[in-house]
């Protein structure tokens, strides 16, 4: 395995074989975690979704989609990973080994089973990934714009807590997506609620990154803890993007740790 620090995306980027990704600095520090911020290279799916699509949902040969999350699976030398059936909602799905060969319905994946790992989807929404390697309990939030307005990430604090996590301990990761370069909404008077159009930081254009963390900080999550890639999926074409090309597909993060 390949290893160095990419200066202009801010995080490490790793490589085995011909499949890269990413991970955050603080996180990458744990041993026992295993974490990766996907790219959309390194896959066998043809374009429109080329080429390391892990959506069934998108209208993806399946072949496709199954040997991409085979590659994930075997570059990071894990088991299958728990997917969920995304939503845009905000259901908190609290996951066992026996949903590795289910598809829950929900927006975050959250565990305490050791060996146990969660992937979620996307492409301009962000992934939040979450570790209290104290209480060896992880997350990884799918957070649309829906999700922050309802603010998923700070429910996932509190269902970690729920567990026998503390926010103090909790170290996070907030992935690519859209940024306030890109994130426009133009109905966001009707769509946003009063507390966030704070977030504003151009006409019709939001600052979710921000967002993000000052909704884990809310619920305790301590600053320094809190890693963001400041990668906007819509300028930068290694990742998908919705929002710059619609049909496409969508790259994975994927979070767990590892038995002793």
């Not at 030398?77 to 829950?104: F, L, R």
């Not at 604090?157 to 170290?171: A, E, F, Q, Y």
């Not at 890693?227 to 597909?249: D, P, V």
Request: with cysteine; aromatic share 10%.
């Amino acid at each position: 395995m390949v290893s160095w620090f990419n200066l202009e995306l801010g995080m490490i980027k790793r490589q085995i074989g011909q499949l890269p990704y990413y991970q955050f600095e603080h996180l990458a520090e744990f041993p026992q975690l295993t974490h990766a911020v996907f790219t959309r290279e390194g896959g066998v799916s043809k374009a429109p979704f080329d080429c390391l699509n892990v959506a069934f949902s998108v209208g993806d040969q399946k072949e496709a989609v199954a040997e991409n999350r085979r590659r994930i699976m075997d570059g990071l030398a894990i088991s299958p990973p728990v997917y969920c059936q995304q939503t845009h909602g905000d259901g908190i799905v609290i996951a066992d080994p026996e949903m590795c060969v289910t598809t829950p319905k929900g927006d975050v994946l959250v565990t305490d089973h050791f060996g146990l790992f969660l992937a979620i989807q996307v492409a301009d929404c962000q992934s939040v990934m979450l570790c209290d390697p104290k209480a060896g309990i992880v997350a990884n939030i799918h957070s649309g714009w829906r999700g922050s307005v309802r603010n998923i990430i700070g429910e996932t604090v509190l269902r970690m807590r729920r567990l026998g996590s503390r926010p103090k301990n909790i170290i996070a990761g907030i992935g690519p997506s859209l940024g306030p370069c890109c994130a426009e909404f133009i109905n966001y008077r009707k769509e946003f609620p009063e507390a966030i159009h704070s977030y504003q930081r151009s006409e019709n254009h939001f600052d979710f990154w921000r967002l993000s963390f000052d909704q884990l900080t809310g619920h305790g999550v301590l600053g320094g803890h809190i890693e963001q890639s400041r990668i906007c999926t819509c300028c930068n074409s290694l990742f998908f993007s919705y929002r710059r090309q619609k049909k496409t597909g969508r790259f994975a993060t994927v979070i767990g740790l590892r038995k002793q």
